[in-house]
């Protein structure tokens, strides 16, 4: 079959996995092909167990798989053959030289650009989908720019903004699509190609457009918005755990306002995930960078906020527990950064176990998606640590429980069960308030939420 466009993807994770799959979904007439250097992520992408998992996710892969969707390994022959060409490449923070620990590590991205500027043959538009620090499509512009012969490249920045957990729902309704180019008259046409592809499902004035560096710093700046918001609600449930106020009724109240809405003011054991504190500290240090200290401060107490918010869960742990987890058994239900994905990258369970396990406590993980994950991430880490699938297994014959992660399957627990199998005193610890406080209080638990009057038989032992 001969198809209209062919676009390619570079980067085969979760962002180029699904966003990818979306466009040959809503594009049957064009040929999308991913491909990545991890050969054994390509292998997954063709099997019938996908490397990432999303709801609705396999279904989409079902349908366009090997019709119009492909995944495939042989890049360089994938960049000569494709004139729209998605880079979709991890941008990790930095861990050595210059900027460790805060700016973005762009070696992925640059050689991305080696690899397409060596192999292509013909015009290309190049589309920076990967989350970049301001001002890195020029650097993309310059090593393309070193082309010999008369082939030109056109990059555009276009953000990603959809969320693990729901991503295929964000992608096929987005709130926005973001296109950045360039102002000249090759900019503007291959900014038009890009927009053409979305509109076939989004709807046109969704589709904004805005210079090359507005796009690249809009996306930062919107991880960094979002982040803020639940560092602002987390700060306060500590204030409320000292004032017998309620976080659940103080973020109700306040995002009806509609000025402030609704959303992102979830009181949580702080924000996971890979992009948030990534962003952010990338943020802080091209702030620091353009000498604006006191833009970078403020925006990397967000990210203090965050760490001080799993301390003083931890700490709580510790404290209501009589000063002692050396020997008990806590199990950490959810372990994923967030529901309805198995991805644990930054995730809170990780810094969570490692204290649990440095207090001698005996952990056991539960999570209907993300144990593989937990395994790898706790490989190194010593102590007794043990991963049961099934909540009512895992939560046998410990001392307490705390839930990391939102899954809904933990509204929908039998917590009179799960009492009868646990030590007593029996404790929960719920870091998301997702359960029924008073319910389980009711059954015997000690049971603390975050940023509400603990429900505890302890109450002296248990002020943080
Ligand atoms: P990921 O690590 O899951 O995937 C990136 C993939 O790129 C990896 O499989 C890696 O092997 C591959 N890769 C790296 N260098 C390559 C090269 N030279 N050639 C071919 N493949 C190469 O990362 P991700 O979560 O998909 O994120 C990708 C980008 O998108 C990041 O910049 C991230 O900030 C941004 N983003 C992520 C999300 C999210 O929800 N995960 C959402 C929006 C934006
Ligand atoms: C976030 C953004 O929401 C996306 O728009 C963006 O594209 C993406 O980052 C990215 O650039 O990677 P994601 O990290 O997948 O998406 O998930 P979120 O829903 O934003 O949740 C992030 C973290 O904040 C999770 O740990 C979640 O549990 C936590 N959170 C979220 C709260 O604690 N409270 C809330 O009210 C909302």
Known sequence: MKFKKNILCIGAGYVG???MAMIAHKCPDYRVTVVDINTARIDAWNSSELPVYEPGLDE?????????????????????ENDIIFVSVNTPTKTFGDGAGKASDLQFLEKTARQILEH?????????KSTLPVKTALAMERILASAKGKI????????????????????????RVLIGSRETESGLKARAQLADIYARWVPVEKIITSNIWSSELSK??????????????NSI???????????????????????IGSKFLKASIGFGGSCFKKDILNLVYLCSYYGLQQVADYWESVVKINEYQQDRFIANILGSMFNTLAGKKICVLGFSFKADTGDTRESPAIYITRKLLAEHAEVVISDPKALKNA???????????????????????????????????????????????????AFIFDGRNIIDHKKCFDIGFNVYPIGKPALSRFEDQSSV
């Not at 892969?61 to 000569?80: S, V």
């Open 237 to 259: 449930s500590a204030l409320c755990e000292k004032t017998d106020a309620d976080i659940s009724e103080v973020a109700k109240a306040v995002g009806m306002d509609g000025r």
């Open 375 to 425: 395994a790898i991430d706790l490989a190194s880490d010593k102590g007794k640590i043990s991963y049961i699938e099934d909540p009512y297994s895992a939560v046998s014959g410990c001392h307490a429980l705390a839930i990391l992660t939102d899954w809904e399957l933990y509204k929908k627990l039998d917590f009179q069960k799960i009492f009868k199998s646990m030590v007593k005193p």
């Open 17 to 19: 996995g699904p966003s």
């Open 120 to 128: 292509s043959q013909s015009p290309k538009i190049v589309i920076e």
């Open 220 to 233: 930062l700046v919107a991880n960094a918005f979002l982040a803020q918001r639940v560092s602002s609600i």
């Open 60 to 80: 989409i892969i079902k349908k366009t798989r090997g019709k119009n969707l492909f995944f495939a390994k042989d890049i360089e022959n994938q960049i000569k």
């Open 152 to 175: 030109t490249f056109e990059v555009l920045s276009n953000p990603e903004f959809m969320a693990e957990g729901s991503a295929m729902a964000d992608l096929e309704n987005p709130d």
